[in-house]
């Protein structure tokens, strides 16, 4: 099988099993699935997920699109090949009970010829509030991944991280970080394409043991209004940052992406209060004290 | 007085009279004001409206700003000139009842130097539901408002509203239009700064007796939870558009203005609801089919 196909196929499968592992875990509803082909070539497998138990809305996407660059990523890219392969895996999960925190995954391979191909990808978190065990125990799963593969990728990756989910106009993080990487090649890395793959593939499986974990420690909280009011609060800042800043939403409304697969990660329900400010010492106040770069989880 | 001194002045007294009438229309609360400065130079009135009668959340702001032009803005403006100076009153307004609509308006001058300086603005309607009556009642006052000025107004910043107020990804005008003009000069309109002037107040004295009559027609009607539902899936499209796409937006966030100022616009609450699609011969399906360019309302 050529490589690109290969990658296409275990992402697939990935899919698959976090889809199996998320249903498990909320045990109130199935993911709704979507087939759709895209005009200049390719298509995807969009999985849904909307009002479970743990889960409000939630998307698991699978996508493997090719065709023509246009000019405008072209530049941004700044490459001259035309034709361009591209296959990822893509979730966002905002879930009902304001303890249990948003998680963001992507992992995906782009391919223009034999020299200009990479892997991109990294999972992050948001907590609408800060709970520093779990914040913990988030960091050190990633750092274990990473640690297969290369010691310096934990550090790199999570500070590329905290600079990349930051929103620039409220100069605050979204949220407490992860690990991002891109353009990840042999050159970079000092590994071949084939243990980058197999790195990719582990950070997909990551992503279930972190996020079943942390929906077992919190999904029972109760909550107040307050609380909830503050959860979409936090929702509004998340939407902010997609659409003012995130590549990926720009990438695919400028590829003529499918629109409700790209904005599937955009919350069930925000608020926009005018002016809003917690309260002194607060939680709300210290989950804010916590929306900064640099700080070590681990 | 310098002419951008009396513009600043005149713009600060619209901003009390469309408040002033705002406050008579909703009857159940009041605006407070925040008074803040910029960083580089100059300042603005914010007057935030929050849970009335009738509005849930609205922004009737004053700034007159000056300083140096950061690189994006003075290149994306194709200009050399480093100073600038910008005065304008901007509304947005989001009723609680899904029948009134969410309306914006905006005057705003902006000068760099003798040479370079303009009048830009509009007004533009976005009902939750189209209710033919209310939109030609809108556009009929805007015609009339433009004829004062010149019989090519109305056609010509008609057209730019819809070309303006559109959101690509979607497919779908943000609302009804209205009128949107940039860059007015003596050069492109056969007027003097000061007629231009006139007609940007007019602009400005157009927007209370358009939207009390608005409210005064529809704050009565009652509502289910479906016509809310739709509300607050308009309203994300609604976010959508000025995060995306909205340049007074990109504008404030680059030089660095007031962000609660600048995301004043954004509704109270949104839903971002997977996939939503309207009943066939519905009232939210004939709004939608009413969200294209080119519609003749009056």
Chains 1, 2 share one sequence.
């Not at 392969?85 to 925190?101: C, L, M, R, Y």
Request: hydrophobic share 35%; aromatic share 14%; glycine share 8%.
């Amino acid at each position: 099988m050529v490589f690109k196909e290969l990658i296409a196929t275990e992402y697939k499968t990935i899919q698959d099993e976090i889809c199996k592992a998320l249903e498990l875990a909320d045990g109130g509803s199935k993911f709704e699935e979507e087939l759709w082909e895209r005009e200049g070539g390719g298509g995807g497998r969009t999985r849904v997920f909307q009002n479970g138990n743990v889960m409000e809305k939630g998307g698991v996407n699978f996508s493997s699109v090719y065709g023509k660059l246009p000019d405008s990523v072209r530049k941004a890219f700044k490459v001259d090949s035309e034709d361009f392969f591209a296959t990822g895996v893509s979730i966002v999960i905002h879930p009902k009970n304001p303890f249990v925190p948003i998680i963001h995954m992507n992992i995906r391979y782009f391919e223009m010829d034999e020299q200009t191909r990479w892997f991109g990808g990294g999972i992050d978190l948001t907590p609408h509030y800060v709970i520093d065990t779990d914040v913990r125990f988030f960091h050190h799963l990633l750092k274990k991944t990473c640690n297969k593969f290369s010691p310096d990728f934990y550090p790199q990756f999570k500070k590329q991280a905290d600079d990349y989910f930051f929103i620039k106009h409220r100069e605050e993080t979204r949220g407490v970080g992860g690990i991002f990487y891109d353009r990840l090649k042999p050159e970079n890395t000092g590994l071949s394409f084939d243990d980058i793959f197999k790195f990719s593939l582990e950070v997909g499986r990551t992503f279930a043991p972190i996020y079943t974990e942390l929906i077992d420690r919190n999904r029972e909280q109760p909550f107040t209004e307050v609380e909830q009011e503050w959860q979409s609060v936090r929702r509004s800042r998340y939407a902010e940052f997609n659409l003012v800043y995130d590549s990926g939403t720009k990438f695919g409304l400028e590829t003529n992406g499918r629109i409700e697969s790209i904005l599937m990660s955009l919350p069930p329900m925000a608020k926009w209060i005018y002016n809003f400010q917690p309260k002194e010492n607060s939680p709300e106040a210290y989950t804010n004290s916590k929306l900064i770069k640099g700080i070590n989880w681990v």
